[in-house]
């Protein structure tokens, strides 16, 4: 019985470690853009890098580095839109 308590012991305790997330050596970051009510760029530090003044529901940083917006409804976009807009803010298209 104490042979079986011992090696039921040792299996769950392999189940408990096996679930456990793998921790990397150098913390992995990137940077990432957020759409929503905020739209902007966020670097591998947290940092805003780059943002967007309205609210949107969907984007895309386009191989070029521009970026492809779906913009939400407001005043300025009364049904909606899309921009593509340089980091630089630059409009080409809406």
Not at 27 to 39: E, K, S
């Amino acid at each position: 019985m104490n042979r079986l308590l011992r090696l039921v012991a040792c299996v769950i305790s392999g189940l408990v470690i096996a679930d456990l997330p793998a921790v990397a050596a150098e913390p992995i970051t990137h940077a990432f853009l957020a759409t929503g009510g905020q739209t902007r760029i966020v670097d591998g530090k947290g940092q805003t890098v780059w943002s967007y003044p309205h609210s949107t529901r969907d984007g895309w940083v386009l191989p070029n580095g521009n970026l492809l917006l779906a913009v939400s409804r407001n005043k300025d976009f009364p049904g909606g839109g899309v921009v593509e807009i340089t980091r630089e803010s630059k409009v080409l298209f809406e």
